[in-house]
T-cell receptor, first 117, second 116 residues
Framework: AQKITQTQPGMFVQEKEAVTLDCTYDTSDPSYGLFWYKQPSSGEMIFLIYQGSYDQQNATEGRYSLNFQKARKSANLVISASQLGDSAMYFCAMREGRNTGGFKTIFGAGTRLFVKA | DTAVSQTPKYLVTQMGNDKSIKCEQNLGHDTMYWYKQDSKKFLKIMFSYNNKELIINETVPNRFSPKSPDKAHLNLHINSLELGDSAVYFC???????????????FGAGSRLTVL
């Protein structure tokens, strides 16, 4: 069964510094996708970044980068130059079965990030 | 225009009642979902429809019944509400195309259900 693990319930980071949010996953499907979503206190779910299992390079989107280590089954999110607005809950997620009928995306328990001024 | 819209945003009701949450997406996506987020923020998939066909049905009590009249709409009806049904219910949609078939989820704003 697929599984996503986020071991950091909460993280603190100083404004303008970089922070890494950890995520490990487990799947037997060779084709899968990894995602990070942000949930601010307002409650909406915002897509940040995606990494495909066959992608050779780590994904980057602005200040977000995904440190994909396939052999270790880890997909850590790196946020550079943290801003106060980055304070939120961050969810790692995995989708299996790119070519099957039912796409199923499961989520980790989340990490709450606090950015200090 | 809101891409994925859910109504109502808040729902407060008594145990035993029946309620519905509606969801509509204008993104042209072919797949829609219902997720439940509990008080500890854990997100769990409940159902998924692809072109009006049910393709994912997790272990959810049969008091929960999704309905998809067309691929742009997915409603959730809950019968005989229980205290444990209190949660935020998120509708989401996705397309298998785009970003190399990533199937990125676009979420609605969520519907907070409180059962008293």
């Amino acid at each position: 069964a697929q599984k996503i693990t986020q071991t950091q319930p909460g993280m603190f980071v100083q404004e303008k510094e970089a922070v890494t949010l950890d995520c490990t996953y487990d799947t037997s499907d060779p084709s899968y996708g990894l995602f990070w979503y942000k949930q601010p206190s307002s409650g909406e779910m915002i897509f940040l970044i995606y990494q495909g299992s066959y992608d050779q390079q780590n994904a980057t989107e602005g200040r977000y980068s995904l440190n994909f280590q396939k052999a270790r089954k880890s997909a850590n999110l790196v946020i550079s130059a943290s801003q106060l607005g980055d304070s939120a809950m961050y969810f790692c997620a995995m989708r299996e079965g790119r070519n099957t009928g039912g796409f199923k995306t499961i989520f980790g328990a989340g990490t709450r990030l606090f950015v200090k001024a | 225009d809101t891409a994925v819209s859910q109504t109502p945003k808040y729902l407060v009701t008594q145990m035993g009642n029946d309620k519905s949450i509606k969801c509509e997406q204008n993104l042209g996506h072919d797949t829609m979902y219902w997720y439940k987020q509990d008080s500890k923020k854990f997100l769990k998939i409940m159902f998924s429809y692809n072109n009006k066909e049910l393709i994912i049905n997790e272990t959810v009590p049969n008091r929960f019944s999704p309905k998809s009249p067309d691929k742009a709409h997915l409603n959730l009806h809950i019968n005989s509400l229980e205290l444990g049904d209190s949660a935020v219910y998120f509708c989401a949609s996705s397309s298998r195309t785009g970003i190399s078939g990533a199937n990125v989820l676009t979420f609605g704003a969520g519907s907070r259900l409180t059962v008293l």
